[in-house]
């Protein structure tokens, strides 16, 4: 009986309705999902560069979002002596104004969100408002898929608000920004393959320097980006994605002679093969795999993971040629398996 009164109780304290909730208690979102159906105890903190801010609970009645308690967040920026304060209210209110009170940026949010302090080197310098649709129990890749940057941006002794939409992968690419003079942040994009089941979602980058004089600028050259964030320390994966972005494919026949085991490691285990939608009369695949190929009867499921053997043959034509002449041969030869993910972000 004893026990029974225990399951019942536990089970009532983890039903609780909202009105457990007090004033003056805050909750957090943890970017999951734009509809959260829970809260939670403890802010997001991604790499300590995005952090969520507190929403207080400021009345336990409901909001006209339909939320069960109202909320208030808050936070603010310094821009050589200028203050810039933000606050959003029940998840969906949001509103930028200056030290003397006048409204910089007002909106609505689609979707419920915390505020979420975008910091470099301890300050903070810009906000976020999102989610991340599938609370990154897919698509691990990226940490928002939907981050809505605010930026106070001071020129000519006025301040503005820039914004833009990002799909922030920091988790993936933090390493190599975190030292860079300006916050340096990676919008992720997609990379398309021979047919859209096969799509790499999220596995490209557009890097942007952000600060508070400039706003948000895109690191369009290879030189400049090399300068300003450390290329080595990303995973191999995402080094040859980004040599072929640029279409450095010199280095990147010389990264990938230099690293080819490793390179390969990261790729079978965290990439799908798919052939650049040109290229199916598979030129450098092995017999046993070329058979199973060329069989109509065989799924794409249906093909084994690349062996050993197989990329031992790989690494043969690709180490049997000294120069490439660009980085469509470089990739016939040395990623035919891949090739859709290596060669499509250097022809967008």
């Not at 920026?77 to 030290?99: Q, T």
Request: glycine share 2%; proline share 3%; charged share 25%.
């Amino acid at each position: 009986m004893k026990k029974l009164l225990s399951i019942i109780v536990l089970t009532l304290l983890w039903f609780l309705p909202a009105s457990a909730y007090d004033i003056g208690q805050n909750v957090f979102l943890n970017a999951c999902t734009p509809d959260p159906e829970k809260y939670f105890d403890t802010p997001l903190n991604v790499q300590d560069v995005i952090f969520e801010v507190p929403n207080k609970i400021i009345k336990l009645e409901k909001s006209k979002y339909d939320r069960n308690f109202q909320t208030l967040a808050k936070s603010n920026i310094n821009i050589n002596g200028n203050e810039i304060n933000i606050s959003v209210s029940n998840f969906r209110d949001l509103i930028i104004k200056d030290n003397n009170g006048k409204i910089l940026s007002e909106r609505q949010i689609s979707g419920a969100s915390s505020i979420y302090e975008i910091k470099h080197k301890g300050s903070v310098v810009a906000w976020g408002v999102g989610w991340h649709k599938q609370c990154r129990e897919f698509h691990k890749d990226v940490d928002f898929t939907v981050l809505r940057i605010f930026l106070p941006v001071k020129s000519n002794n006025e301040v503005k608000i820039d914004w833009r939409v990002f799909t922030i992968n920091l988790s993936q690419t933090y390493k190599a920004t975190i030292n860079s003079k300006n916050l340096i942040l990676s919008d992720a994009e997609n990379i398309f393959a021979s047919y859209n089941a096969a799509n790499y979602y999220y596995k490209g980058s557009q890097y942007y320097e952000i600060d508070n004089e400039n706003g948000f600028v895109a690191i369009a050259d290879y030189d400049d980006l090399n300068n300003k964030i450390e290329i080595n320390k990303l995973n191999p994966g995402k080094i040859i994605i980004t040599l072929s972005k640029y279409n450095e494919f010199e280095l990147l026949e010389k990264y990938t002679k230099e690293n080819f085991a490793d390179i390969y490691k990261d790729l079978t285990e965290n990439y799908w093969w798919n052939f650049y939608y040109e290229w199916e009369d598979y030129p450098n695949v092995s017999e046993s795999y070329k058979k199973l190929l060329m069989d109509e009867n065989v799924y794409h499921s249906d093909i084994p993971p690349i062996s050993s053997e197989e990329i031992a043959n790989i690494k043969k034509i690709c180490f049997s040629k000294d120069n490439y002449k660009d980085m469509s041969e470089l990739v016939r030869n040395c990623y035919y398996w891949y090739s859709s993910l290596v060669l499509e972000p250097s022809i967008k």
